[in-house]
């Protein structure tokens, strides 16, 4: 959207000119004021420092305009994965509460008996979308649901009116094509039932050119809608067009550590971080000039890619705000921006040889098969196979430690943007502030209904944000409330200002307490200094975790071997394929030795 902040700087214009006749009208004719609009726009994978309103060197101007005529969060955490902080979302109860404590493809066979192990969203737990339709709300969906695909699991039996949805947890963003091999085919969905993508597919751009149907162009004065847009930017595969990719392609050439200095800055300077803070060495990050000056360049033109990708997602968002715009619903509409997780940083596909110069493997013959390259001059493009590995992810979070699936504030906290008004007047009594408040996946439900002015029996475990945006309050939970989480083995206890930590990282992982407000970027253990307090923290995580059913996983467990190893079991037909591929020219190989050692003792 061009010129998104001076639209933005208009409607708040607007709104100060008719915020005092507004209730003279409605109170005058008798018409109570119509509920809003709920826009609810989720990123995947995007890192804590990757938003210009967060300090970032990424040109995002139209969430950055909703920063500026709404609330920055600084202190907002979510799950180290997509699939459970989906399901806190949909239904402001923890993830292990209602069966998603893991992504269904990373639950080992040990866990799956137990209820809080299923993988998928339990049908018996209300969706926000089965309460606002209720209410009265139109509810679309479009991108990634990854809540379970079986009859009755489906966004469009959810509560959603109309759907396009994404089972699995990615894909292409170009193709209607998988991006592992554990998945036989990329499963979209239109309104319950399969559907095939257009030839001219990009996902930011199809995902808001759907939202925009589903929204249409009529806005039915007696129906608000709540319209929740997942986005696939900026999951694996990396991909972005290369008008977006190419603005960046000098902009990274200094290497991740510079990066990372640059993004703490960012942060500081938004007032984000109260100072620029230096993050602990991550050690999956490797000095950039142990790189060779060929490596230095593909690994700055793949972050390009990463911020084109961010980009691309962010001019979408300003075309699906023009048209709310276009239709007059834009006084009457709010916005909730987040993301799903921290940036995405394990080495996955690079572990199984997704780079130009890695050894044939099964993952880079799957990759040949299907038609994927890693060639550098049209890196994102289509048939483009990207990630940028854990070294540009921590810096994509700034100081913040470690990254996805970890339970370091790199995997855990993410930007968070509500903005907008209800019947013309600002939901935020200060525009472009930041609260510092700490906030929780499952908080997200209860603000969306709260907003909507829909009341419900359903007992959250999250608190409602909405004092936080309408008076000068601080806090929504008081020092002594925590809150537990858990994945893959990876913990955590949050209370007040501390955080209890338990990373699977290394041969000795040990439990951790830091102080984030004196130390966000974890990097000074408190757990012998205060010993009474990391007892009380230990003590309240474990009664937590009994009561929601936490299971513990094997020293061996590994979530990214078990995403493969689960999902190749499923594939027999794929792996005898490659089997094939590996064995055929090994045992041509075999026989000509043979041949050849037959005719030399022969003659």
Same mark, same amino acid.
């Given at each position: 959207?061009?010129? /998104?902040?001076?639209?933005?700087?208009?409607?708040?214009?607007?709104?100060?000119?008719?915020?005092?006749?507004? +209730?003279?009208?409605?109170?005058?004719?008798?018409?109570? +004021?119509?509920?809003?609009?709920?826009?609810?726009?989720?990123?995947?994978?995007?890192?804590?420092?990757?938003?210009?309103?967060?300090?970032?060197?990424?040109?995002?101007?139209?969430?950055? /305009?909703?920063?500026?005529?709404?609330?920055?969060?600084?202190?907002?955490?979510?799950?180290?994965?997509?699939?459970?902080?989906?399901?806190?979302?949909?239904?402001?109860?923890?993830?292990?509460?209602?069966?998603?404590?893991?992504?269904?493809?990373?639950?080992?066979?040990?866990?799956?008996?137990?209820?809080?192990?299923?993988?998928?969203?339990?049908?018996?737990?209300?969706?926000?979308? #089965?309460?606002?339709?209720?209410?009265?709300?139109?509810?679309?969906?479009?991108?990634?649901?990854?809540?379970?695909?079986?009859?009755?699991?489906?966004?469009?039996?959810?509560?959603?009116?109309?759907?396009?949805?994404?089972?699995?947890?990615?894909?292409?963003?170009?193709?209607?094509?998988?991006?592992?091999?554990?998945?036989?085919?990329?499963?979209?969905?239109?309104?319950?039932?399969?559907?095939?993508?257009?030839?001219?597919?990009?996902?930011?751009?199809?995902?808001?050119?759907?939202?925009?149907?589903?929204?249409?162009?009529?806005?039915?004065?007696?129906?608000?809608?709540?319209?929740?847009?997942?986005?696939?930017?900026?999951?694996?595969?990396?991909?972005?067009?290369?008008?977006?990719?190419?603005?960046?392609?000098?902009?990274?050439?200094?290497?991740?550590?510079?990066?990372?200095?640059?993004?703490?800055?960012?942060?500081?300077?938004?007032?984000?971080?109260?100072?620029?803070?230096?993050?602990? +060495?991550?050690?999956?990050?490797?000095?950039?000039?142990?790189?060779?000056?060929?490596?230095?360049?593909?690994?700055?033109?793949?972050?390009?890619?990463?911020?084109?990708?961010?980009?691309?997602?962010?001019?979408?968002?300003?075309?699906?705000?023009?048209?709310?715009?276009?239709?007059? *619903?834009?006084?009457?509409?709010?916005?909730?921006?987040?993301?799903?997780?921290?940036?995405?940083?394990?080495?996955?596909?690079?572990?199984?040889?997704?780079?130009?110069?890695?050894?044939? /493997?099964?993952?880079?013959?799957?990759?040949?098969?299907?038609?994927?390259?890693?060639?550098?001059?049209?890196?994102?493009?289509?048939?483009?196979?990207?990630?940028?590995?854990?070294?540009?992810?921590?810096?994509?979070?700034?100081?913040?430690?470690?990254?996805?699936?970890?339970?370091?504030?790199?995997?855990?906290?993410?930007?968070?943007?509500?903005?907008?008004?209800?019947?013309?007047?600002?939901?935020?009594?200060?525009?472009?502030?930041?609260?510092?408040?700490?906030?929780?996946?499952?908080?997200?439900?209860?603000?969306?209904?709260?907003?909507?002015?829909?009341?419900?029996?359903?007992?959250?475990?999250?608190?409602?944000?909405?004092?936080?945006?309408?008076?000068?309050?601080?806090?929504?939970?008081?020092?002594? #409330?925590?809150?537990?989480? *858990?994945?893959?083995?990876?913990?955590?206890?949050?209370?007040?200002?501390?955080?209890?930590?338990?990373?699977?990282?290394?041969?000795?992982?040990?439990?951790?307490?830091?102080?984030?407000?004196?130390?966000?970027?974890?990097?000074?253990?408190?757990? *012998?200094?205060?010993?009474?307090?990391?007892?009380?923290?230990?003590?309240?995580?474990?009664?937590?975790?009994?009561?929601?059913?936490?299971? +513990?996983?094997?020293?061996?467990?590994?979530?990214?071997?078990?995403?493969?190893?689960?999902?190749?079991?499923?594939?027999?037909?794929?792996?005898?394929?490659?089997?094939?591929?590996?064995?055929?020219?090994?045992?041509?190989?075999?026989?000509?030795?043979?041949?050849?050692?037959?005719?030399?003792?022969?003659?």
């Amino acid at each position: 959207m061009s010129g /998104g902040n001076n639209k933005w700087r208009s409607a708040v214009l607007c709104v100060l000119s008719v915020s005092v006749l507004l +209730p003279v009208i409605a109170l005058a004719e008798g018409v109570a +004021p119509r509920a809003p609009n709920i826009v609810l726009l989720l990123a995947d994978d995007l890192g804590f420092a990757d938003l210009g309103a967060y300090g970032s060197e990424i040109q995002t101007p139209n969430i950055d /305009g909703l920063a500026a005529s709404g609330m920055r969060f600084s202190n907002f955490h979510v799950a180290a994965s997509c699939a459970p902080t989906r399901a806190m979302l949909m239904t402001g109860l923890d993830s292990h509460t209602v069966g998603v404590a893991n992504i269904p493809e990373a639950i080992p066979d040990e866990q799956t008996h137990a209820p809080a192990y299923q993988g998928v969203l339990d049908t018996n737990v209300p969706t926000i979308a #089965e309460m606002l339709q209720a209410a009265g709300y139109r509810t679309i969906m479009t991108g990634k649901w990854h809540l379970g695909l079986a009859d009755g699991e489906r966004p469009s039996q959810r509560g959603f009116d109309r759907t396009l949805m994404l089972a699995d947890t990615g894909a292409d963003n170009w193709r209607q094509r998988s991006y592992l091999p554990i998945y036989a085919q990329a499963n979209w969905y239109e309104d319950g039932e399969p559907t095939t993508l257009p030839g001219d597919f990009y996902s930011s751009e199809y995902l808001v050119d759907k939202a925009i149907e589903y929204i249409g162009t009529d806005a039915d004065a007696e129906a608000p809608f709540f319209a929740y847009v997942a986005f696939q930017a900026v999951h694996i595969p990396v991909q972005a067009p290369a008008a977006f990719r190419d603005k960046y392609l000098q902009t990274y050439a200094d290497g991740w550590q510079a990066l990372r200095t640059a993004r703490s800055q960012g942060l500081a300077d938004a007032g984000i971080l109260p100072e620029r803070l230096q993050g602990l +060495p991550m050690p999956t990050t490797p000095d950039w000039r142990s790189l060779t000056p060929e490596q230095q360049a593909f690994e700055a033109r793949g972050m390009a890619v990463y911020a084109g990708m961010v980009d691309a997602m962010d001019h979408h968002i300003g075309r699906l705000v023009a048209h709310i715009d276009s239709i007059g *619903e834009l006084d009457n509409t709010i916005f909730i921006f987040l993301s799903d997780n921290g940036a995405e940083g394990s080495l996955a596909t690079r572990a199984l040889g997704n780079r130009a110069d890695a050894p044939l /493997g099964p993952f880079r013959i799957w990759m040949r098969w299907v038609g994927y390259n890693t060639d550098s001059e049209t890196l994102g493009e289509r048939d483009s196979y990207h990630d940028i590995g854990p070294a540009w992810a921590s810096a994509a979070v700034g100081p913040l430690a470690w990254y996805k699936f970890f339970a370091g504030e790199g995997g855990l906290r993410v930007p968070l943007v509500i903005s907008g008004f209800r019947n013309g007047q600002s939901i935020t009594s200060q525009t472009g502030g930041v609260s510092h408040a700490l906030g929780w996946a499952t908080d997200i439900a209860p603000t969306v209904l709260g907003l909507a002015g829909v009341q419900t029996s359903t007992d959250f475990e999250g608190k409602t944000l909405i004092p936080l945006l309408s008076a000068d309050q601080p806090q929504v939970r008081g020092d002594e #409330e925590g809150f537990g989480y *858990e994945l893959g083995g990876n913990k955590a206890w949050f209370q007040g200002d501390y955080k209890l930590l338990f990373n699977r990282y290394g041969d000795d992982p040990q439990w951790q307490l830091f102080n984030l407000k004196a130390d966000l970027a974890e990097t000074r253990d408190l757990s *012998e200094s205060e010993p009474e307090r990391f007892d009380a923290m230990r003590a309240s995580y474990d009664a937590w975790a009994e009561a929601h059913g936490v299971l +513990p996983v094997t020293a061996e467990y590994d979530q990214r071997q078990t995403v493969f190893t689960k999902g190749l079991r499923n594939r027999p037909g794929l792996l005898m394929g490659l089997a094939l591929v590996v064995l055929i020219p090994l045992l041509a190989v075999i026989f000509l030795v043979v041949l050849w050692f037959r005719r030399s003792t022969s003659a």
